[in-house]
């Protein structure tokens, strides 16, 4: 959505609020989410453009509904996604460095935020999507999901013992006590 804004560069109003919805569906050009999550809800965006007197400033947040494979157990991971904005906003041409990210610039009166809003999403990601903040994840024996039950693999584990280190096992067995006796 391409945001209006002439109304603040000819000084007609000192604030200007917004609101609107993003569709994460369509456009190739929009950045796309992390792998295997998926969109629930439009990118929701509000904010302001507020008139200094010597500059325009804009502040907004954003944020949309998710669902996603949990990376511990492969569970359903929902949550919110949000972000926050704050930049200074310029007419084409005024600025020298019109791709710094200090700036939205604003085109014929128009501020077209869609693909920043939604690059600065994408980023908001965390590093690893769960299911619940306390996910055991999955045995990685026999592959049970460790939130629906437990397993005994652990104590099977513990008591099989690999014969390789076996020969050390006898070392050990050998070295003396504090009484200067072996164990056998």
Known sequence: M???INA???GKVRSLPFAYEIDCGGEDDMPRPPAEVTFTS???VKGNISDSGSCLYLTLEADADYTALCDRCGGKAEGVVSC???RMVAEEGIVADENSDDYFIAVEGKLDLDAEVAEELMLAFPPQILCREDCRGVCPICGQNKNEGDCDCEEKEAERTDPRWDAIARLLEEIP????HGEN
């Open 2 to 4: 391409k945001l209006d």
């Open 42 to 44: 439009p990118i929701r």
């Open 84 to 86: 926050r904005l704050e």
């Open 8 to 10: 603040l560069l000819s």
């Open 177 to 180: 006590d504090e009484d200067g």
